[in-house]
């Protein structure tokens, strides 16, 4: 089989299966990441102090002025020291500070290495469930800051117009802020889901069955074929397609959210 | 006339931590306010600018939390921590600068909300209210439209019956005429004195004289985080005592 002809049945056959798994990866990781990413959010606007009680007792007998650096510190830890704000946004920043590829080799072969238990089973199923769960991680921290600046880009007003009615924080939540930071996140939302179309090629690195894998197949040779480069660049004609759909659908949602100015 | 005080408020406080040049200094926005809203009594507040009125009016709904000193509304102490604040605030209407409504919503939505919501009215019966208030203000017509398709002065006039839709039992206004276009301001003015006619107890944060000095059954003028005046109208207007006051009027008149 050395005729394009020849090979492309068999190549278009096996690159529609690779990208049946990219894209089951990239729907989950929407369905995962999506409410993940809200909770993230909160997490990191979390203004609970734990030792809140004590700030005005604390800030009535000391004088900053006279305390040595140390004491400072300790005033800090019971003034304002938010355990849920700080653990969230050190989770943010070691997920958005190392490569994703990093953390699908992490995931998928840590628990067999060094806990000498492989959690995530065995063959394609492992390595689907184990890619989900890291781009689900992954995408769930960059949601939550593209999240959190449309809630904080709501104005402060709105949220007061709520309070004065009467309304309970999570009604204020649900009934004021969210359809209005839906549309402040739109764009930004766009960029990341068209990223992640792209990104879900990186579980190649842990032999998903994605899209690239199946197109690489064919250099070593598959099916009666080796050798042939083209399957893989063929692959590219699958992501455009798919993201231009997309683009199509964002955009689509764009207008549809038009129907009020904030 | 103890028996018809519907707010009190004693030795009110607003502190706020100096800048980062001067951490120990405080700004005292409010420096132990007391007064006393009665049922019915339409009460201006005036003074300069920074002078506290709006920390004041802000804290009679908690929006700001007093520091110190007590506030009873129909003799409930709200600012105990384990009072249910949104129930008080159901009574308490209150108007902004900016109008405040909720852009992705139609008006009439804007204004069934919260009764829908918190006073589990039916929508049939939302509706109906939020109609007959939007008529009472010459807007019925605008019922289906979208706030950014009104004037801000129509803006301004649906979040005062917005308000008026929760049944409250004081109205606090905001400084409601501030970020209006001159010829509108005057529209708006018309529907507070209307409700001030009407009955409803009203505490007013403004800058126009005119009305307070029409429609205000007392006024009180603030400077320095302090109540330094207060008084019927022809008092404060007319009679002056304070320098402060008399420097002020001689600026805004």
């Not at chain 2, 209407?93 to 009215?121: E, R, S």
Request: hydrophobic content about 45%; charged content about 20%.
């Amino acid at each position: 089989m050395t005729t394009f002809s020849e090979q492309f049945p068999i190549v278009f056959q096996a690159l529609n299966v690779g990208f049946l798994q990219t894209l089951k990866l990239f729907a989950i990781t929407l369905i995962g990441a999506i409410p993940l990413g809200l909770i993230i959010a909160f997490g990191s606007m979390s203004n609970w102090s734990a030792f809140g009680f004590l700030r005005p007792v604390v800030l009535k007998h000391v004088n900053l002025r006279e305390l040595t650096w140390w004491q400072k510190v300790q005033v800090w830890f019971v003034t304002d020291f938010k355990p849920v704000r700080l653990l969230t946004r050190l989770v943010i920043w070691v997920v958005r500070g190392t490569p994703l590829m990093l953390q699908l080799l992490v995931i998928y072969y840590f628990p067999g290495l060094v806990w000498k238990n492989n959690i995530w089973g065995s063959g394609e199923t492992g390595r689907f469930v184990a890619s989900s769960v890291a781009f689900v991680f992954n995408y769930a921290c960059y949601f939550s800051e593209i999240y959190r600046g449309g809630i904080q880009g709501v104005p402060k007003g709105q949220q007061e117009a709520g309070q004065v009615l009467g309304m309970t924080k999570s009604q204020i939540f649900f009934k004021v802020t969210l359809l209005q930071m839906v549309k402040k996140i739109v764009p930004p939302m766009s960029n990341e889901i068209i990223t992640l179309v792209k990104d879900t090629s990186l579980s190649r690195i842990i032999a998903l069955q994605e899209v690239i894998w199946a197109g690489q197949a064919f250099m070593k040779g598959s099916q009666g074929i080796s050798g042939a480069i083209w399957p893989l660049f063929f692959t590219g004609v699958y992501y455009l397609i798919f993201s231009g759909i997309l683009t199509l659908l964002l955009g689509w949602a764009e207008r549809k959210l038009d129907y009020f100015k904030a | 006339m103890t028996t018809d005080v519907l707010i009190q408020v004693t030795d009110l406080q607003k502190h706020f931590k100096g800048g980062k040049q001067n951490q120990d200094e405080k700004i005292r926005a409010l420096d132990g306010v007391s007064a006393e809203i009665h049922k019915g009594e339409v009460v201006v507040v005036i003074g300069p600018s920074g002078s506290g009125k709006s920390t004041f009016l802000r804290c009679l709904n908690l929006l700001e939390l007093p520091t110190g000193g007590q506030i009873l509304f129909d003799g409930v102490d709200i600012t105990d921590k384990n009072c249910n604040i949104n129930l008080h605030r159901q009574k308490m209407g209150m108007v902004f600068q900016h109008f405040n409504l909720f852009p992705h919503m139609t008006i009439l939505k804007n204004m069934t909300i919260a009764p829908m919501q918190l006073l589990h009215k039916s929508k049939e019966e939302a509706e109906k209210t939020a109609l007959e208030l939007l008529g009472r203000v010459g807007l019925a017509d605008r019922a289906n439209a979208y706030p950014s398709q009104l004037s801000g002065g129509q803006k301004q006039r649906v979040a005062i019956v917005r308000a008026l839709a929760m049944q409250p039992e004081v109205m606090l206004f905001d400084e409601p005429t501030s970020a209006l276009d001159p010829e509108m301001v005057g529209e708006v003015l018309e529907v507070m004195q209307e409700l001030a006619k009407s009955g409803m107890t009203m505490v007013v944060v403004t800058h126009e004289m005119g009305f307070a000095r029409e429609v205000a059954d007392r006024v009180l003028f603030m400077a320095d985080g302090k109540l330094l005046e207060e008084g019927t109208p022809d008092e404060i207007f007319t009679h002056p005592k304070s320098e402060r006051l008399q420097d002020f009027l001689a600026k805004v008149l």
